[in-house]
């Protein structure tokens, strides 16, 4: 089992920037070394959407086109922790933000099912 934490959510002027953090941990004492961690959103009354992803073990990086150059994923090893960094924000960036990891390299990171466990979710505010 494996349990996820995000962090880092709030309300934010269009322009600014926040950046989410992704706790993992595992009852076990697994490693996370290979393991690729996903982010997605969710805005009210549409479906969960990807944004990027992150392979644990060689760091290689997946972004949705509407995301790429103002978020960047990233990852701790040592603290088993992902992270988005989000600039430039717009209010369509609005949403609920989930972390989800699947145990082992995923065909297809921007996927919902490529994954198993997910966060709780936090929440991105941005005003105009």
């Known amino acids: 089992q494996v349990q996820l934490v995000e962090s880092g959510g709030g309300l934010v002027q269009a322009g600014g920037s926040l950046r989410l953090s992704c706790a993992a941990s595992?009852?076990?004492?697994?490693?996370?070394?290979?393991?690729?961690m996903g982010w997605f959103r969710q805005a009210p009354g549409k479906e969960r959407e990807f944004v990027a992803a992150i392979n644990w073990r060689g760091g290689s990086t997946y972004y949705a086109d509407s995301m790429k150059g103002r978020f960047t994923i990233s990852r701790d090893n040592a603290e088993n922790t992902g992270y988005l960094q989000m600039n430039s924000l717009k209010p369509e960036d609005t949403a609920v933000y989930y972390c989800?990891?699947?145990?082992?390299?995923?065909?297809?990171?921007?996927?919902?099912?490529?994954?198993?466990?997910w966060g709780q979710g936090t929440q991105v505010t941005v005003s105009s």
């Open positions: 989800a990891v699947r145990p082992s390299s995923v065909i297809r990171p921007s996927s919902v099912a490529s994954y198993d466990y």
């Open positions: 595992a009852a076990s004492g697994r490693t996370f070394s290979s393991y690729t």
